[in-house]
């Protein structure tokens, strides 16, 4: 009996992991529609990729919080870790970066991953990235503890913990944590960083991220400067 329950069970994996890897198929409209806009609109050269989920996606002032660089967003929402990975030949390779700041993980808690499960597939995305630029520097914005998700707060720390612990031993790969400042004196996410679904930020949280994101910014986004119009006008 134990042969046909160990095959079960094998085939179940398998079965499981096939249906993960196919669920990237709902993001092609998505995807296509970044396509499209490139063609309308061809994005900025030599420009900072942020990517990700809805966090990114909704970031609307992402533009004016970082005047001094070219940034594009390909923030596509409800996407988790591994649907970066799986299109990164669509919304990173083209462009060419200079830098790259992902968010993404909450979705993936959310739907069953394990944190360990996060951590892997941050980790396939760098090394998908690589193999076209060995040397772009990538940061992790740390997945947020928010109110909608209170119930995933152990498996947030743990995934940040972990994700957190791999990066200090690549190179170039940066962890930054918005996680202690999203919380309250009692460890609760803070319901005045959120618009009224509790999981999406408004403008003060996202003002959070610009604190941790600038610096890093200023340390590696060289060649996305904004060239500045020199002031002719006579004194």
Partial sequence: MKR????LVLLGLAFGAAARDNDHARWESDIQAFEAADKTRPPPEHAV???????IRMWSSLASDFPAYRTINRGFGGSDMDDATAFADRIVKPYHPVAIVVYAGDNDLEG??????VRDDFAAFVAKVRKDEPDVPIAFISIKPSVA???LLAQVAEANRLIRDWSMHQKGVAFLDVAPAMLDKNGQPRPDLFIGDGLHMNPKGYALWVAQVRPWL??????????????????
């Fill in 218 to 235: 200023a340390d590696h986004a060289t060649g996305a400067e904004v060239k500045q119009t020199p002031n002719t006008t006579a004194k």
């Fill in 4 to 7: 046909p329950i160990l095959a």
């Fill in 49 to 55: 990729l942020f990517v990700g989920s809805s966090s």
């Fill in 112 to 117: 069953g991953d394990s944190p360990a499960t």
């Fill in 149 to 151: 998700r209170a119930n």
